[in-house]
């Protein structure tokens, strides 16, 4: 079993920025892929950015530009830096990790609220 810790949700005001973190209970070098997804209310639970096995990254088009996924291997964490946030981009944000035999483990989520 692979526990995920997230932290660094919280809230924020327009324009401003946040940096997730998830930190894994094994290690992340050989995984298939982690990656970041959100949850707005009412809504459903959506990719925001991952990175593959090869270090491809991916980005949901309404987060480009602004959102950087990252690794530190050596941590066994995942990151997800989140610049000029919108009101739009509140939601609980979960991290998400695919094992090398293609187990799906989720972290607890952090709310992250964007609101002057």
């Known amino acids: 079993q692979v526990q995920l810790v997230e932290s660094g949700g919280g809230l924020v005001q327009p324009g401003g920025s946040l940096r997730l973190s998830c930190a894994a209970s094994?290690?992340?070098?050989?995984?298939?892929?982690v990656g970041w997804y959100r949850q707005a209310q009412g809504k459903q639970r959506e990719l925001v950015a991952a990175i593959g096995s090869g270090g491809t990254t991916t980005y949901d088009d309404s987060v480009k530009g602004r959102f950087t996924i990252s690794r530190d291997n050596a941590k066994n964490t995942m990151y997800l830096q989140m610049n000029s946030l919108k009101p739009e981009d509140t939601a609980v944000y979960y991290c998400?990790?695919?094992?090398?035999?293609?187990?799906?483990?989720w972290g607890q989520g952090t709310l992250v609220t964007v609101s002057s």
């Open positions: 094994r290690s992340i070098s050989d995984v298939r892929r």
């Open positions: 998400n990790l695919l094992s090398e035999w293609y187990s799906n483990y």
